[in-house]
């Protein structure tokens, strides 16, 4: 398999992940298909209460266990210097699984949906890059033959730009996204399709005239993560802001 986004494992290893990733689609697949209701309710029948944070859950533990089927078997590349954008990449290929999948349910029965719950697509999407973000990270700063996190492994603290660190416990959150974007050279239009928001949002990020969501945060932790490839964390400021 010579493919750029991914690892260059033997053949059968990969036959190997679309072969677990398939069994867990079919799992998965079932308990999402449990959240149908049906479109039209009689009245005579009473209606079944929403269960968003139910949903959301069964989404993130189905992301989880596809990202680790694939990832564990990266580890042979952790010094390669393309590592850390296979599985930004990873990261990416398994929220569009969980989309589709979450699609492809719904259209099987028009007669059903599953958006009676109320968790609509923003929230899934914002939902899935959250968890995948978090357990990328785990993968994403491992230790070549250590099997565990680099964060979790007593050593000399990986350098991290001045400008990301001391300066940051009194800038405000606009000040610190403003500084590394400048340093990551993008423009408030690629942010803004990053965090899928319009571009108005991130000038005001910028100004400084609205705090950025927890989950906005979060994506701009990852996207100047994978840019500056190193870890990136906004801090919220002593002043509050």
Request: net charge neutral; glycine share 4%; aromatic share 8%.
């Amino acid at each position: 398999m010579n493919d750029p986004e991914r690892p260059p494992l033997d053949p059968v290893v990969w036959e190997q992940i679309a072969d677990s990733l398939h069994h867990i689609d079919e799992r998965n697949w079932q308990l999402i298909a449990e959240f149908r209701v049906a479109c039209f309710i009689p009245p005579s029948i009473p209606v079944p209460p929403q269960r968003p944070l139910h949903l959301q859950n069964v989404l993130r533990s189905y992301a989880i266990e596809l990202f680790k089927a694939e990832a564990d078997h990266y580890e042979p590349f952790l010094a390669d210097g393309r590592y850390p954008a296979w599985i930004s990449r990873l990261e990416d290929r398994v929220r569009d699984r969980v989309l589709k999948a979450v699609q492809q349910i719904e259209e099987g029965d028009p007669k059903t949906t599953v958006g009676f719950h109320g968790l609509d697509h923003y929230e899934m999407v914002n939902g899935l890059r959250n968890t995948l973000w978090e357990i990328a990270n785990g993968y994403r700063w491992r230790v070549p033959g250590s099997g565990v996190p680099a964060r979790l492994i007593p050593a000399t603290p990986r350098p991290v730009a001045a400008s990301v660190t001391a300066a940051s416990r009194e800038d405000s959150i606009g000040k610190q996204i403003k500084r590394l974007q400048e340093e990551c050279g993008i423009t408030a239009e690629e942010m803004a399709e990053a965090l899928d928001v319009v571009p108005r949002s991130i000038y005001k990020h910028l100004a400084g005239k609205t705090v950025p969501r927890r989950n906005h945060i979060a994506a701009y932790e990852k996207l100047f993560s994978e840019r500056l490839k190193r870890s990136v964390t906004l801090k919220k400021s002593i002043k509050g802001h």
